[in-house]
């Protein structure tokens, strides 16, 4: 039985100046967001909504992880690409 070696090439693409530089100051908001130094006095939607009260945290962590991705910090291994 004869095994064949599989060389996956890199699909990496080159990232701008501009595209880096969003992705780094997305992943401050998103952490200044996340972190909350308001108390809640600042929110997109309150928290105390039935439902809804949480989305936006779980938004802007959506956008952290996709900023991180973006600079090729991938922390969500098991999502299928």
């Known amino acids: 039985m004869v095994q064949k070696k599989i060389i996956v090439k890199s699909a990496a693409k080159p990232r701008s100046f501009f595209g880096v ?6 992943i401050l ?9 308001t108390f809640g006095v600042f929110e997109l939607l309150p928290d105390n909504l039935p439902i809804v ?3 936006d945290e779980a938004g802007v962590t959506y956008f952290l992880f996709m900023c991180l991705r973006y600079l090729g910090l991938d922390l969500i291994p098991f999502k299928k690409k």
């Open 21 to 26: 530089f969003l992705a780094i100051f997305g």
């Open 29 to 37: 908001f998103s952490l200044v967001y996340i972190i909350n130094p």
């Open 53 to 55: 009260g949480n989305l």
